[in-house]
Nanobody, 124 residues
Framework: QVQLVESGGGLVQAGGSLRLSCTLSGRTFSDYAMGWFRQAPGKEREFVAAISWIGGNTYYADSVKGRFTISTDNAKNTEYLQMNSLKPEDTAVYYC?????????????????WGQGTQVTVSS
């Protein structure tokens, strides 16, 4: 059974940076496309970024393009989300997700496995 564990959330001032990590266990990490989603209070969960299973193609929400970078390290079974120039509107619980052998997707329903989430709070 796949298990995803996120870490790296916290409180940061606007303009600051954070790096989120998500480690996959129970299956071969390199067999999965990985994604990041977030959910702010009172809002629906939304797509942030994704990286394909093969080829390393990346996709970003318009709201984070140029500020966030998704990456993976197969040797560590871990994906990352480097978040720079953070804004108060980036405040949310961030979730990582895994989808078996796909090319990455913005759609929540596509992903088979989810982490428990990590809180990111950006103060103004």
């Amino acid at each position: 059974q796949v298990q995803l564990v996120e870490s790296g959330g916290g409180l940061v001032q606007a303009g600051g940076s954070l790096r989120l990590s998500c480690t996959l266990s129970g299956r071969t990490f390199s067999d999965y496309a990985m994604g990041w989603f977030r959910q702010a209070p009172g809002k629906e969960r939304e797509f942030v970024a994704a990286i394909s299973w093969i080829g390393g193609n990346t996709y970003y929400a318009d709201s984070v393009k140029g500020r966030f970078t998704i990456s993976t390290d197969n040797a560590k079974n871990t994906e990352y989300l480097q978040m720079n120039s953070l804004k108060p509107e980036d405040t949310a619980v961030y979730y990582c997700a895994a989808d078996y052998r796909s090319y990455g997707s913005r759609r929540i329903s596509v992903y088979d496995y989810w982490g428990q989430g990590t809180q990111v709070t950006v103060s103004s």
